[in-house]
């Protein structure tokens, strides 16, 4: 896909339900704006996310996937964003060991209280992954080359 | 194909200003499925929801999505509204198009287009939901609740009056809290033992409540309705059946080094102890770290004047487990320390003080029985300088950015205490802003000034620095005059911070209840919800929330007794369907999935199945749904995809993620 | 390897064990396959050499579920499998009769640098390979499997009785070629596992093979996530299937190298594991599966104050 001036990149951005998703709300209702392109799938904790979900929405098309939880420490189920913690920092080292450009995936923690947080992150991680361009090494989940 | 109903809801202009509603229903059109689709002002209005029931008949919807606010506004109208019409409530998806969309986008194209994206994604998973049912759990008819102070206390009597049985548990030996240390409360000056000690005897004696005072709260297991705590009965040293609360141990005890935590410090008291005169229980307790007795073996003299024979020093601590439905944690607050604070000389000289320390140097059972006077030399001070915002609405990370709230009004009462009954000692107040909003406060902060001749400085003190001679000698400004003051004092009081009980992080972490960087307890909703934490079954009463003074003390207390009320008067509760369900077919029985679960509630059965044809006995995953909170961390752990989430299953985050890549 | 064969027979002998899961005589010499051994008679086919790499603790899951114990013999890197098999209650260690042979390296036949071959004489430290194009000599040493390289230790991590003793044969730094690729440029890693994992044939033996890949209905196969896969066709997604795979087996493989040996294709496989273990190490403290049956997995704990996520990328 040729990078034109128009792209606009494809963002799925998992958040929790009782912190961050509370959090994009918030964003909302104080009018904090972040670009169009961030698409929000609301799971209960942060420990719901699957890797494969993370995979699966960069073989169809995703330019960048970000998870949002709880702080450490405030998971409304007590421990869930320290196990998302750890599976996320091996798949994205993971990632990373395979040449998949490393902005492609973030994790932040974000609090319903933190509406501003939230645009500011979302803001510059699309920043970021406009920079990147077009997901090219993970659009194609197959290796034929 | 699922028979689906969108529904698009202007939410006034709100929505419909940036969003192109008739648009998002066009497109909803053209979606698998979707059989109906129409925008309305006001989705969520009576005539809103009687459109959706409309369609629901007439069309035979088996799934609705509504593109319209956040779902935690509104999913749960909408729910209510699919099943009285006789669908399943769990077939209802809300697209998030006004916080997520409308409100921070600017440009209408582009907001529709995300708007019709979400409303995609929210159409590919109602195909996939399943209908859900869901389950009952009893409520086990009785209350716990933590701390003894004027919170515990008025929130036990309320929920005691209304029949239902409450625990207090009480870590100090006895209830009282901070309000049995205050001397006077405003605005109205009355004597603060005298109205809190006929509160504590009515808990005391009110068949409905049992206090356990020298006790902790040491594990807590269950969910709402149905908490199990164990509760550390710390060791007292005396048989509270036995001692008739005489005194005389106290008296003849030889150990009087330990400080004396209820005067703050600024006496002693023995090793054999009641905290102050009108304690609850009036039993003592031995200090066991002051006591000879139980330190050398030697002494005993307690014992041997005790002529009710109440004296036990081989007790133990006990673990006592108790059942209960609901949990209110009023655990109160602490001034914080003043060691970041060397600018105030606090550490270095006796005659600078808290306003907490005050208070026991006003009351008549402190330590100076009530007299004013110098806590290094016993003179009676007659210059007195107040500092407001000692580490409140701080900046850095020396003190709080809060404010405490409390400060203004009691430091008014302070000086127009000592105006009234020493009318020779100048009063001066350094403060920030005087914030008195409340009945009767503002007024009462104006007769400080008007007709007791407080002197209010608007400004900071930069330091406060002792003097050979004694006194104290105070560095400040008037930002109004724009000038430098120094003032020579004999007596400074520091307006303290105040900051929740420690303890009340260790209990939140028991309870899961959130606590935020402050390390006040979260509430479920800071507007609406102020008293139930976001964990079902627990409430929040008094400052462990927030600081507030005895009146929004009570009244929250009272509000925290009526929401424990209406959940014990319950027979069953509902619980949340989206719970974690293992496939058996495709469950490996490896327990990963049970070291992840933060409640315990994944156990494993040996269970004969049938895989296509092949009969054999299996370990098997098996959800208690009634323990599981749906989190999910069980089915990221599962490498077989056996451990599904009900109502966020992997098909339906994947059909998600699919509609929004697509 | 005649004193395996010897209490092998004395353990059917006496009733103690039902059968036994061990090696057999393939084709070649150099191509034994793992088998079960019903009585003593069956045992004259019964083999073990260095070519008798595979691991058979993950046959043990079905052998659990027969009347009987099963005599196992495991070389110490298998017996990591097995505790970690255990760990997972995947299989009965009161159904197993274990004994940890001896191993002093197992060989890979695509170091024997010849094609078409017949047969192979392991004679000491020299292997005498002939083939159709003629007669060659290697060291013992050089046709060694990468695993053995690097090998955990000639420890058994559980046992009955042990025979035969082990040699060292550790010489090359376990992690020196995950360091490797980790030292390449984005572009260059990317294109190094471009053309490694476009081999790949999705034959599934890495799989197959695999102790803890032991699902009894793999993610790829099930509807579970709409991921259900199919060989031959285009939309199979290698990369996914190998991520997932190693991010299922993380904090659980143990290195065995299994997957790398099986790879028809031969796809330096374990790499992806390795690199897990690597951080997982770095990161959570050493780590070794299978080491502990107590200790709790790196994947299935945490503490308050690990890393975050990309932390150490940015």
Redesign the interface.
């Known amino acids: 896909m040729p990078v034109t001036e128009n792209w606009k990149p494809t963002i799925v951005a998992f958040c929790c339900n009782w912190c961050s998703y509370a959090g994009a709300d918030l964003a909302g209702s104080s009018r904090l704006a972040y670009p169009a392109d961030v698409k929000i799938i609301k799971v209960p904790c942060s420990c719901r996310v699957n890797p494969m979900f993370i995979l699966r929405a960069f073989e169809k098309g995703a330019d960048g996937v970000i998870l949002c939880g709880c702080h450490p420490g405030d998971c409304h189920y007590s421990t869930g964003n320290y196990y998302a913690r750890r599976r996320m920092t091996l798949l994205f080292s993971m990632l990373d060991y395979l040449g998949v450009e490393d902005g492609r995936t973030r994790v932040e923690w974000v609090s319903a209280a933190e509406g501003v947080k939230f645009s500011e992150t979302m803001n510059s991680f699309v920043e970021k992954v406009r920079a990147l361009g077009p997901n090219v090494r993970l659009g194609d989940l197959r290796c034929k080359n | 194909m699922r028979r689906i109903g969108v529904f698009v809801c202007h939410c006034g202009s709100n929505i419909a200003a940036t969003v192109d509603v008739k648009k998002v229903v066009e497109m909803a059109l053209l979606e698998q499925g979707v059989v109906h689709a129409e925008d309305y002002p006001y989705m969520c209005s009576e005539a809103g929801q009687s459109r959706i029931a409309e369609a629901i008949r007439e069309k035979q919807l088996e799934g609705i999505v509504v593109c319209s606010c956040?779902?935690?506004m509104h999913e749960a109208t909408f729910r209510k509204c699919a099943e009285r019409n006789g669908l399943n409530p769990y077939l209802v998806e809300i697209a998030?198009i006004?916080?997520?969309?409308s409100?921070?986008?600017?440009?209408m194209q582009?907001?529709t287009?995300?708007a019709v994206?979400?409303m995609r994604?929210a159409v590919a998973k109602v195909h996939l939901n399943a209908p859900l049912l869901a389950g009952e759990s009893a409520v086990t008819k009785r209350a716990l609740v933590i701390g003894g102070g004027i919170a515990g206390i008025q929130t036990a009597l309320d929920i005691a009056d209304a029949g239902y049985h409450v625990d207090i548990v009480e870590k100090e030996p006895s209830i009282g809290g901070r309000m049995s240390q205050l001397d006077k409360t405003f605005p109205t000056l009355d004597c603060s033992a005298c109205i809190l000690t006929p509160k504590m005897v009515e808990a005391a004696s009110h068949e409905n409540i049992t206090i356990h005072t020298w006790s902790e709260v040491e594990k807590v297991s269950g969910f709402v309705g149905n908490f199990t705590v164990d509760i550390r009965k710390k060791a007292r040293y005396v048989n509270m059946d036995k001692c008739t609360g005489c005194g005389i141990c106290q008296e003849k005890c030889p150990s009087k080094k330990p400080l004396n935590e209820f005067n703050r410090g600024l006496n002693n008291r023995s090793a054999i102890y009641t905290p102050f005169a009108q304690a609850i229980p009036n039993v003592p307790v031995i200090d066991a770290s002051a006591c000879i007795k139980l330190n050398t073996g030697k002494c005993g003299i307690c014992e041997k004047f005790c002529q009710a024979g109440a004296i036990d020093y081989k007790q133990q601590d006990e673990i006592i487990t108790e059942q209960y439905g609901a949990i209110v944690v009023a655990t109160g607050f602490d001034t914080i320390k003043l060691d970041k604070y060397g600018e105030y000389a606090y550490n270095e000289s006796k005659d600078v003080i808290t306003s907490l320390e005050l208070e026991r140097i006003m009351n008549a059972a402190g330590p100076t029985k009530g007299h004013l006077e110098r806590l290094s030399d016993g003179k009676a001070p007659k210059e007195i300088v107040f500092i407001q915002c000692v580490g409140s609405r701080c900046s850095d990370d020396r003190g709080k950015p809060y404010c405490s709230k409390i400060c203004c009004m009691y430091t008014a009462k302070h000086a127009m205490l000592i105006r009234d009954k020493y009318p020779d000692t100048n009063v001066t107040v350094f403060y920030i802003d005087v914030r008195t909003p409340g009945k009767n406060f503002d007024e009462f902060y104006r007769r400080a000034v008007e007709d007791y001749g407080v002197n209010y400085v608007k400004g900071q003190v930069g330091k406060v620095a002792p003097q050979p001679d004694g006194s104290l000698l105070v560095h400040g400004v008037d930002l109004l005059e724009n000038k430098q003051i120094l003032k020579k004092a004999d007596m400074v009081v520091l307006a303290t911070a105040i900051e929740p009980n420690p303890d009340v992080r260790k209990i939140a972490?028991m309870l899961?209840a959130?606590?935020?960087t402050n390390n006040f307890l979260t509430e479920a909703h800071p507007k609406l919800r102020p008293v139930e934490s976001?964990?079902a079954g627990v409430f929040l009463s008094g400052v462990c929330q927030g600081p507030k003074d005895i009146p929004e003390t009570v009244a929250q207390a009272g509000a925290a007794a009526v929401k424990v009320i209406g959940l014990l008067a319950k027979d069953k509760l509902k619980t949340n369907p989206?719970t974690a369900k293992a496939?058996e077919?495709?469950?490996?029985?490896?327990?990963?999935c049970a070291?992840?679960c933060?409640y315990g509630a994944i156990s494993?059965e040996t269970k004969q199945v049938n895989?296509h044809g092949i009969r054999?006995e299996r370990?098997i995953a098996v959800v208690n749904s009634a323990l599981c909170?749906?989190?999910?961390?069980c089915?990221?752990?599962c490498?077989?995809?056996?451990m599904?989430?009900q109502g966020?299953s992997?098909?339906q985050?994947?059909?998600?993620?699919?509609a929004?890549?697509? | 390897m005649q004193e395996l064969i010897v209490r092998a027979k004395e353990l059917l002998a006496s009733g103690q064990v039902a059968r036994v899961l061990g090696w057999k005589k393939g084709e070649h010499s150099y191509d034994p396959e793992v088998a079960f051994f019903n009585d003593a008679e069956s045992l004259q086919d019964f083999v073990y050499d260095g070519f008798c790499g595979a691991n058979l603790s993950k046959y043990m899951i079905e052998a659990s579920k027969l009347e009987g114990k099963t005599l196992v013999f495991l070389k110490p890197c298998d017996s990591y499998s097995f505790v970690q098999l255990m760990k997972e209650h995947r299989v009965d260690r009161e159904k197993a009769y274990i004994i940890g042979v001896g191993c002093w390296g197992k060989l890979d036949v695509r170091k024997l640098g010849a094609e078409g071959i017949l047969d192979v004489e392991i004679a000491g430290d020299v292997l005498k390979v002939s083939s159709l194009y003629g007669d060659s000599e290697v060291a013992y040493k050089d046709a060694m499997l990468e695993r053995c390289h690097v090998c955990k230790g000639k420890e058994h991590k559980v046992f009955d009785e042990t025979l035969l003793e082990s040699a060292d044969t550790v010489d090359l730094d376990r992690f020196a070629e995950v360091e490797r690729i980790e030292a390449m440029s984005p572009e260059e890693k990317f294109a190094y596992f471009q053309s490694e994992l476009s081999k790949c044939i999705r034959c599934n033996a890495c799989r197959n093979v695999c102790p803890a890949c032991s699902c009894r209905k793999c993610v790829f196969d099930s509807t579970a996530f709409n991921s259900e896969q199919k060989a031959n066709t285009t939309s199979f997604e290698e990369k996914m299937f190998h991520i997932i795979r190693a991010f299922h087996v993380a904090g659980r493989c143990t290195d065995c190298g299994e997957c790398s040996r099986v790879c028809p294709q031969g796809i330096p496989l374990h790499l992806f594991n390795r690199k897990f273990i690597k951080d997982i190490n770095r990161l959570y403290g050493e780590y070794q599966a299978g080491a502990d049956l107590e200790e709790k997995a790196p994947l299935t704990s945490f503490q308050t104050d690990d890393a975050e996520p990309g932390a150490d990328r940015r």
């Open positions: 956040s779902p935690r998030n006004r916080e997520h969309c409100w921070i986008h600017k440009d582009e907001a287009e995300k994206i979400l994604a972490t899961t959130s606590i935020d976001p964990t989206c496939d077919l495709r469950c490996n029985g490896c327990s990963q070291n992840v933060p494993y895989d054999e370990r909170q749906g989190c999910g961390a089915t990221v752990t490498p077989s995809g056996a599904d989430l966020f992997n098909r985050i994947i059909a998600e993620v699919d929004i890549c697509r």
